[in-house]
């Protein structure tokens, strides 16, 4: 462009500054292509990107009872100090550093295309956006849950489905008013959600008892590992789903990986000590420890009050999960758009708030729909997926490291190929013992999920080829600056 202009101008042209032939040096982002808020800042902050990882992955310490129930306290306490260590730490720094690297929207889907090109790409895509979004659908359904412990109308009929299809469109409403409200709204919920178990903790100290914690469950009581590992799996895991978002975030190079660090911890913190305090001053039948179990414990450790105020910060902390994965599934299709695996209309985003509102309402409709079936296998058969694509960011990353070695990674694992190598078997050998434990239905719903997202690629290929839809080229994708 420098040098058309200077055609204009009747002197002999300056040389072009050196900063107009960076265009090619960028790093790897999608720049979608259907509006332009070049006057909009990203404006994703650290605080608000830690809550939101936060729920991404926890929401607080609902659902890690069945721990205990299926393995004993010692057991549980164990899952949840040392799983960390064995899977969300190397989930979490796989996304510090491609996500520094790759600071677009869609996350995960540039890894695996950047690696082993268009088909992995889309597969994994297709079989993280029904993970996520099937696990979407569960939380409306959970708040109404913890609803109908204070108001039985919703127990059942009419009333409970027009509370879940009422509670889901009005989330989805918040989240399409934009990730800066979105974020600080997040802020707010953890706290409040997380305060009655710091009261619960410290209420609890001179009632514990450390020699509970080394009970490894009550004698006749059978050890369900199948619950045991999903319980685990389930409560730490989507470490990687606020990559698909690294595109609105300012300063993704240097806040990512801050964030990730304070929300592990934080979120390890979340789960570890209330779990103590609870195992260490109240004895109960094990099988008492079904989800929930949190509010009755704090109703024997401190009055009803206390109870009251874990129910709501439950339905808070539903609220919270969908508000941040709903996020990230939406922002997954913008990035699949601009990358040419979606039709360009799902990259197109709102005048006012700048979302990604076809992404949003696609979700919101998948998530209804699911919400009125029983979906505890298919949930299972999501998570499956999601263990598949697992299994292949593991593989993107450490053949990214071999196929694009002096690419620019503002952060970097600091690990030569071999420790990388082994940083990534370990959670891989854990997701086939998820996988290898699944029930027959579990496979066979999964298994045509999987044949489903095979068969979508090929059908976008055909869709390109008689171009009955208008798409992105994805060559807004670069290869990224060399260190």
Request: proline residues 7%; hydrophobic residues 50%; contains cysteine.
């Amino acid at each position: 462009m420098a040098t058309e202009i200077s055609e204009k101008i009747p002197q002999p042209p300056p040389p072009p500054p050196p900063t107009t032939t960076t265009t090619s040096q960028e790093l790897p982002v999608t720049n979608p292509t259907t509006i332009i808020p070049t006057k909009i800042p990203k404006k994703l902050t650290l605080i608000p990107l830690i809550f939101l990882i936060y729920f991404e992955v926890a929401g607080g310490p609902y659902g890690e009872e069945p721990a205990v129930k299926a393995a004993g306290p010692l057991y549980a306490i164990l899952g949840f100090l040392i799983f960390p260590f064995i899977w969300s730490i190397p989930e979490a720094l796989i996304t510090a550093e491609l996500a520094t690297a790759f600071p677009g929207n869609g996350g995960f889907v540039i890894w695996a295309e950047r690696a082993f090109g268009p088909f992995f790409g889309s597969m994994m895509g297709s079989t993280k956006f029904l993970s996520g979004v099937i696990n979407i659908a569960s939380f409306p359904v959970l708040c109404v849950d913890y609803l109908q412990n204070l108001f039985p109308i919703f127990s059942s009929g009419l009333p409970r489905y027009l509370a879940i299809s009422i509670s889901t469109l009005m989330l989805s409403a918040l989240n399409y008013t934009g990730l800066t409200i979105v974020g600080y709204t997040a802020v707010g919920l953890g706290i409040i959600s997380l305060a009655p178990f710091i009261l619960m903790s410290l209420i609890s100290i001179p009632k514990i008892r450390p020699n509970r914690w080394f009970s490894r469950g009550q004698v006749g009581v059978k050890k369900d590992w199948n619950l045991y590992f999903n319980t685990l799996f389930w409560n730490l895991n989507f470490w990687d789903n606020v990559s698909t978002m690294a595109g609105e975030v300012e300063n993704p190079q240097k806040i990512f990986p801050l964030a990730l660090f304070c929300a592990v911890i934080f979120t390890c913190l979340a789960y570890i000590i209330p779990l103590l305090a609870v195992t260490g001053s109240v004895s109960v039948d094990q099988n008492e420890w079904e989800t929930g179990f949190m509010a009755n414990a704090a109703r024997t450790i401190s009055g009803n009050w206390l109870k009251i105020w874990i129910e709501i910060g439950s339905v808070l902390s539903a609220i919270g999960l969908f508000e941040a994965q709903l996020s990230s599934s939406a922002f997954q299709l913008l990035g699949m758009a601009d990358l040419g695996f979606l039709p360009k209309f799902f990259s197109l985003r709102s005048k006012y708030f700048n979302t990604p509102w076809v992404g949003i309402v696609l979700s919101t409709a998948i998530a209804l729909g699911v919400s009125y079936m029983d979906f505890t296998d298919i949930i299972s058969s999501a998570n499956f997926l999601y263990s598949l694509g697992m299994l292949l960011e593991f593989a993107s990353f450490v053949w990214l490291r071999r196929k694009l070695p002096a690419i620019k990674r503002p952060f970097r694992v600091p690990m030569r190929m071999p420790g990388l190598v082994i940083m990534c078997l370990i959670p891989s050998g854990f997701l086939v013992l998820i996988m290898s434990i699944a029930t027959r239905t579990v496979y066979l719903v999964s298994g045509l999920m999987f044949v489903g997202a095979i068969g979508w690629y090929f059908f976008i290929r055909f869709c390109k080829s008689k171009k009955l839809f208008v798409f992105n080229s994805g060559d807004d994708i670069n290869v990224g600056d060399e260190d």
